[in-house]
């Protein structure tokens, strides 16, 4: 992955973001697309952005290291615009081989962007917090639980709140899926 160019999005940017955690994890977390500080340092969900996520993993008593961490796009996008559906489209063969190589539980995505790879049609405002289960080409049926972007929770209170609340309910839906294995 770190060698690929298979879009322009890798024109522009220093490194391939491709993802931290550990490759067992029972949880998969997926955002959008590399800011400037992951960029830097090729690490996913640092800065600001990343220490809500530290903060609330540390909160439902879950390492960083115990997830895997990664996004729909592996390069950053310029200025941080937002990722153009072809370079979700082209990038997301290497979000596929991530979820079977890990196989994780469940997949909980991060903002509009992630959810709507999976879901086109689902409007974050209204599936936010809500444990499914979805049938991912090449892939098949995976617990899915979509959340909103750390980043929109950063700045503001009203999604804060309730980023806070969905992500406490993860520990309640891993036990879950534990009892129905
Ligand atoms: S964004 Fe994805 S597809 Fe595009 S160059 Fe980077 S790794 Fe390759």
Redesign the pocket.
Known sequence: ?SQ????P??AGCQR?VFGSGNPEAKIIFIGEAPGKKEDELGIPFVGSTGRILDKMLAEIAIKRGDVYLTNI???RPPENRDPLPT?IQ??ST?LEKQIQIINPEIIVTLGRYALNYFLPQAKISQVHGDISEINIEKIGKMKFFPLHHPAAARINRQTRALFTQDFQKIPTILKQIKKEQ
């Open positions: 992955m690929c160019t298979k879009c999005l890798r391939v796009c592996k390069c370079e082209t990038c290497w």
